[in-house]
């Protein structure tokens, strides 16, 4: 059972109006209208749910799970708030159960990428070994940690939108997401450190 | 986002780390996922009303079956669920001892003997005698000669209308 999310008034713009109507229609079994509400935020739930699992398979559940939550949840969404919040929360909670799967199963096997194949092995390599730090990093932190990280770095939410899916206050968020990443800086700080060299490097090479 | 701009540097390398190692459902998966979507979302949607009053209901009726000294206890033979419900006698301090018991209790009333052998103009209330002019059968002030008349009534024997014969 998914409780109910005390979403503040977000969404005010013309595809708010659009998904409340949407959220309105599906209500009332509206397939083609769920489908359509859902869409924009296939993308968003999966890569959540493969930030969290190694399978591309176990992945592609974990959305259906998601979209059936989702589904079942419209009757407490209130129209007019942020609907990608809403379906944001639905699907860090549903990654706790593939962390914890994951991390089991990664004692015991390795599996098969998740996604789509890079272009180069190099590259599947790197990207490959890149998530998988980012994932055993994620696993170790605390729930709500890991929710507001995946939330704001994944799901690309504002401190609001975080606050209201986690139901917490706007500045509490703040604090989870600074612990958060400052959790993730010691345990990815080659990583880290790598990433902002190259952006150092590129913005030098945009001055010049 | 307005407050997606004012990230720390931190927090912007991370942003790019995140998307270079996200995963993005290929087309097939896409499709598949709006497939299901388009299937789950012609199931109707149960309204939160319908969730939650049948839910506040049993919440209200365990909570009236489980709080003692809310509701008398219903008492049976094997008395299991009552002694749930009735506070233990440990821990009710200041109760006086129960009285001991009369020497000769008093035999349970019948309720049916205590209908039936009630005063028999109770079981008669309807007697509408005297109300419509006769002398009511239960009072000795009524019809006195014409039940004297029934009983003066003797029988005869054969024997004696034998003997009266001539």
Known sequence: ?208 | MSDRDDRSERERAFSLLFDRSANAPSEETRERLGKHAAALGKRSVTPLRYTWVPALAAAAALAYLVIPGRHPAVRTADSAVTSASRPPIAEVPNVAPPEAPPSEAPEAEDPVASVLGGDPADLEPFDLGPLMGSPSPHRDDGNVAGRRGINDVTTVTNRQVERKTP
């Open chain 1, 1 to 208: 059972m998914v409780r109910s999310l005390p979403l503040e008034r977000l969404a005010t713009d013309s595809e708010g109006t659009r998904e409340s109507e949407l959220v309105l229609r599906a209500r009332k079994g509206d397939g083609q209208a769920f489908s359509e509400l859902v869409a924009p935020y296939v993308g968003l739930m999966y890569r959540i749910a493969a930030r969290a699992s190694r399978s591309a398979a176990l992945a592609e559940d974990a959305v259906q799970e998601t979209l059936e939550i989702v589904h079942r949840g419209l009757g407490r969404y209130e129209p007019g708030t942020s609907f990608k919040a809403f379906v944001a929360a639905i699907a860090v909670r549903r990654a706790r159960t593939l962390f914890r799967a994951e991390v089991r199963r990664s004692r015991r096997e390795l599996s098969a990428p998740v996604g789509e194949a890079p272009v180069t092995p190099a590259e599947w390599l790197a990207a490959e070994e890149t998530a998988n730090r980012i994932r055993t990093a994620l696993a170790a932190l605390p729930e709500k940690r890991r929710q507001v990280a995946l939330l704001r770095l994944d799901a690309g939410l504002g401190y609001a939108e975080i606050a209201a899916a986690v139901g917490t206050t706007e500045g509490s968020a703040r604090v989870l997401v600074h612990h958060a990443l400052k959790e993730l800086s010691d345990q990815l700080k080659d990583l880290v450190a790598g990433v902002r060299d190259e952006a150092k490097t590129s913005a030098k090479g945009a001055g010049t």
